[in-house]
């Protein structure tokens, strides 16, 4: 593959998205804010929190494909 086919990102263009608005582009509707509130409320916060530990803690062990080096 040449350079071309992998091209470098200008910093000037991840300045921009960086600092650019990441708003929404329209509010919720009222559907969406009342599905919101009655899925929040049948969630199991600390079932939630240790399968993300395990999931964080399976990932970092990752070994061969998949693994993540660090740059």
Do not use: F, N, W, Y
Request: hydrophobic letters at 30%.
């Amino acid at each position: 593959m040449t350079d071309q086919d992998h091209p470098t990102p200008d910093p000037a263009d991840e300045q921009a998205d960086a600092t650019a608005a990441h708003d929404a582009d329209r509010p919720p509707t009222e559907e969406e804010e009342r599905l919101a509130e009655q899925g929040a409320a049948g969630v199991d916060k600390d079932a939630v929190t240790a399968h993300e530990r395990e999931m964080a803690e399976k990932g970092a062990s990752v070994k061969g494909e998949g693994q993540i080096s660090p740059s």
